[in-house]
Structure formats: structure tokens, C-alpha cells
């Protein structure tokens, strides 16, 4: 298996060689990493066992979401889901 995903990962700068995608391939590919991160981020908070969760975990999520929306540096953003996070597990 760690041999096909090293051949599978390989094969795609293997088959370019350096040029660029065509624009109606690029378009869809730089999407693709932030639409995956979205659904591992949520998937993460709110999945279960077969079951949606809903714990401290997601006001965390909505106070970094609120953070990011006005511009605060990922440092401030992370601290501040911790903290929302903390204090909802406190409560």
C-alpha cells in the first residue's frame, strides 16, 4: 500500500514535467485542498460514532471562524478557539 501511494503521488509531477495545468483543470485542483480541509475540519468536530456530536468543540470552531472573519493573525485565531474551547468544557 505505501508503495502505490508513493507511485500515485509521483505520477502526477512525473507526467507534467514542469508545465503548468491547463485553466480549466487549474481551476478545480486549487479549490480542491480548501474544500477537503473544510470537510476533514468538520468532520472532526461534529462526527462521531456514527452520530453527530455536538460538544465543546464546536463554539471553538465558531470563535476561530469569528477570529478569521475579522482578520486576526493564526496565532490569535487558534488561542482564541482554545480558550473559547477551555471555557465551554469549564462551564
Known sequence: MGVATVA???????LLGG???????AAPVELLAP???AALVITQVVGGERRLVLD????GLLAA?????LRAPLLVVIATAAVVTALVRAV
Open 56 to 59: 465543546a468543540r464546536l463554539p
Open 65 to 69: 471562524v469569528v477570529a478569521l472573519r
Open 8 to 14: 500515485v503521488k509521483a505520477l502526477g509531477p512525473v
Open 19 to 25: 508545465r503548468t495545468l491547463p485553466a480549466r483543470l
Open 35 to 37: 474544500a477537503v480541509l
